[in-house]
């Protein structure tokens, strides 16, 4: 995957009075045009791999759609992804009527043991990457993609998922970066109830997921964890 999705450069590292010539890896990044019924969506940055996925996650996660039964096919050429969707007999959730119904109760051990599932060699590597995981209730990493933005890592995770028909409900994301409204908003149209990150929340992050029923874990490490929102989600 290193190899693939990273490019190796040189460059001159100064540290005090010492300057030498050194070879960097640093991740890669494609433009891809995102289609809908022949419409163009949005174009997307992104680590070039599982753009199928990408699309999937995307239309579910930004509500174009409500469920992945109301995409008819996905066809990717190069650099363009197209979906064919069924038309809405009517629009998809707004986020203002969508909210987290499933009542799954999620063990603390296992949030903690789970950080070690965002570890990366692309990251190591680059320092340029992100991790999304989605994990299940016996802490079992049932998914782990990699993309140099976090939205996106998080999409593709989910769409990898939604191909599986996993129950979404029973897992939670695990995700690298801080969490916006934008970023929990994805999860809460795809069903997640808990949302785990080894980083900050954003104000707009804790009141999204207080608003919509999810639980929001920050700064999570394999001996701590910060629980913002809806801690009757894990048992302490």
């Not at 995957?1 to 540290?15: D, G, P, Q, S």
């Amino acid at each position: 995957m290193i190899k693939r999705y990273a490019k190796t450069y040189k460059a001159l590292a100064v540290k005090n009075s010492s300057i030498k010539e050194v070879e960097i890896s640093v991740a890669c990044e494609k433009a891809v045009e995102l289609f809908v019924n022949n419409k163009h969506l949005v174009s997307i940055l992104t680590t070039p791999n599982l753009l199928e996925e990408l699309l999937l996650g995307f239309l579910v996660c930004e509500g174009i759609v409500n469920n992945p039964e109301d995409i008819i096919s996905i066809d990717v050429e190069d650099s363009r992804i197209m979906a064919t969707i069924k038309e809405q007999s009517k629009p998809a959730s707004s986020h203002q009527d969508i909210r987290t119904v499933c009542d799954t109760v999620f063990e603390r051990q296992v949030i903690l043991d789970s950080v070690n599932c965002l570890e990366s060699e692309l990251y190591h590597t680059t320092r340029g990457a992100h991790a999304a995981c989605i994990v299940n209730k016996q802490g079992e990493c049932k998914k782990r993609l990699i993309d140099v933005r976090r939205h996106n890592a998080i999409d593709k995770v989910v769409g990898c998922a939604l191909y599986e028909h996993l129950d979404l409900c029973t897992h939670f994301l695990l995700s690298t970066g801080r969490q916006s409204a934008s970023m929990v908003l994805k999860a809460v149209r795809a069903g997640i109830p808990l949302i785990v990150t080894n980083t900050a929340p954003l104000d707009s992050g804790i009141d999204a997921a207080d608003r919509y029923n999810v639980c929001l874990v920050c700064f999570a490490e394999p001996d701590y964890m910060l629980i913002t929102t809806h801690p009757e989600r894990i048992k302490i």
